[in-house]
């Protein structure tokens, strides 16, 4: 007679054998599985290993590359700026290395560096722009015009242009010293500027950036930055719009500028500022603007060359 005890006996031996047979099925798969990915493990950390090798073997190359740039570099600009001039526009995040080679490499040139002008973080600020608009319509020289659009970016630039460009017609200066001295003072009272003592007016100006723009109004302050540049060449003989690593993708000024064809059209742009060799290139393109000629160079994704007569 089958009994109650004796279905729950051989129900509990099923589940007790199925649990055993769970038990060593899982062992042996777990041991195949541990084989596989103690192999796949091993193969990774060499894969890892030989493109550690590989990017430190890049890096010895960037580096003899640079180290030749910087001892060919005045070579292979000399004469190239023989008695122009060239003002500095740098930005807060402009590296002072970077700025100081690219001086001495105008000098090497020929050319004299007539000044240094710093745009604070407050000049690109979204929420300072309504301000420096009305402060650039205060602070006009008598006699000059401001450009007709209305974002600050493109006010500033013409005022800049008036303060810092010689007139690429006759080479004079477009504004009184005193009118100079009196624009500068007032922008920079209110936190918009740091002028070096002295700058005066020059043929040519570099307006030398850091990196990409970050942070939540990046693409404002990016594209503040690229209508100053642009409308700062229109008012002068030619300027360079030069950056760091980074600065020509979407976020950065250079990036915004060479969406635009019609920036492009008059402002030259370098991407590598940051490295002799691109340094070197923004004196060559400062060149090519007193020409009439512009382009966009260095080695990010969206430059025609390398630099100036390497087009293809």
């Known amino acids: 007679m089958i009994t109650l005890r004796?279905?729950?006996v051989s129900i509990t031996s099923v589940f007790l054998a199925l649990a055993v047979g769970v038990v060593l099925g899982s062992t042996a798969i777990s041991g195949r599985l541990l084989s596989g990915l103690s192999?796949?493990?091993n193969s990774l950390a060499q894969q890892v290993n030989e493109l550690q090798n590989d990017r430190n073997a890049?890096?010895?190359?960037?580096?003899?590359a640079d180290?030749?740039?910087e001892s060919v570099g005045p070579l292979a600009v000399k004469d190239r700026l023989t008695e122009r001039t060239v003002v500095l526009v740098t930005t807060a995040d402009a590296r002072p290395s970077d700025r100081d080679a690219l001086s001495g490499l105008l000098k090497a040139a020929g050319a004299t560096v007539t000044g240094e002008v710093q745009l604070t973080d407050a000049f690109a600020d979204p929420s300072r722009g309504d301000q420096l608009r009305d402060l650039v319509a205060r602070l006009q020289p008598a006699g000059s015009q401001l450009p007709t659009a209305g974002d600050p970016g493109t006010r500033a630039g013409g005022l800049f242009g008036t303060l810092l460009l010689l007139n690429p017609t006759n080479n004079q200066p477009q504004a009184t010293p005193d009118e100079a001295a009196a624009a500068l003072s007032g922008l920079s009272n209110a936190g918009f500027v740091k002028?070096?003592?002295g700058v005066k007016p020059a043929q040519?100006?570099?307006v030398l950036t850091g990196g990409a723009a970050l942070g939540?109004?990046?693409?404002?302050?990016?594209?503040?930055?690229?209508?100053f540049a642009t409308q700062l060449d229109r008012?002068?003989?030619?300027?360079?719009?030069?950056?760091?690593?980074?600065?020509?993708?979407g976020t950065g000024a250079l990036g915004v500028v060479r969406a635009d064809t019609a920036a492009t059209s008059v402002l030259s742009t370098v991407d590598n500022s940051d490295t002799p060799a691109g340094q070197v290139v923004v004196v060559m393109a400062l060149r090519e603007q007193l020409e009439g000629r512009s382009g966009r160079y260095g080695v990010a994704g969206n430059a025609e060359a390398s630099s100036p007569g390497t087009a293809s």
Not at 235 to 249: E, H, I, P, Q
């Open 6 to 8: 004796y279905h729950i």
């Open 235 to 249: 008012t002068g003989a030619g300027v360079v719009l030069a950056g760091a690593d980074g600065s020509a993708n």
């Open 195 to 197: 002028a070096s003592a």
């Open 216 to 227: 939540d109004s990046a693409a404002d302050r990016a594209s503040t930055l690229a209508r």
């Open 39 to 41: 192999d796949e493990k």
């Open 67 to 69: 180290e030749f740039a």
């Open 58 to 64: 890049l890096n010895a190359k960037l580096t003899e």
């Open 204 to 206: 040519l100006a570099v």
